[in-house]
Nanobody, 124 residues
Framework: QVQLVESGGGLVQAGGSLRLSCAASGLTFTASTMGWFRQAPGKEREFVAAINWSGVNTRYADSVKDRFIISRDNAKNTVYLQMNGLKPEDTAVYYC?????????????????WGQGTQVTVSS
């Protein structure tokens, strides 16, 4: 079955960096758009970034543009989220997701599979 396993979360001070990883299995990784979402307590899940199957095309939420970078390694079936200049408002559970239809959409309903999430906490 499809598994998406996130790692790399943790506690970091404001201005710091973290790199999240998401290892995928059970799907044709090169046929999938991969996305990152986040959900803070009491808030809806929100789009962070997405990358198309080849890695050529990316899309970012305005709130993370110029600070976060999404990338993928198709040889390793892994997608990454490099987070720089972290702010307390970036604190959330971060989820990896896969869209098997090769789109590059920001809506959570566009994604077919989800990981279990990894906590990112940014202290001020």
């Amino acid at each position: 079955q499809v598994q998406l396993v996130e790692s790399g979360g943790g506690l970091v001070q404001a201005g710091g960096s973290l790199r999240l990883s998401c290892a995928a299995s059970g799907l044709t990784f090169t046929a999938s758009t991969m996305g990152w979402f986040r959900q803070a307590p009491g808030k809806e899940r929100e789009f962070v970034a997405a990358i198309n199957w080849s890695g050529v095309n990316t899309r970012y939420a305005d709130s993370v543009k110029d600070r976060f970078i999404i990338s993928r390694d198709n040889a390793k079936n892994t997608v990454y989220l490099q987070m720089n200049g972290l702010k307390p408002e970036d604190t959330a559970v971060y989820y990896c997701a896969a869209d098997l239809r090769r789109r590059l959409l920001p809506g959570p309903t566009a994604y077919d599979y989800w990981g279990q999430g990894t906590q990112v906490t940014v202290s001020s």
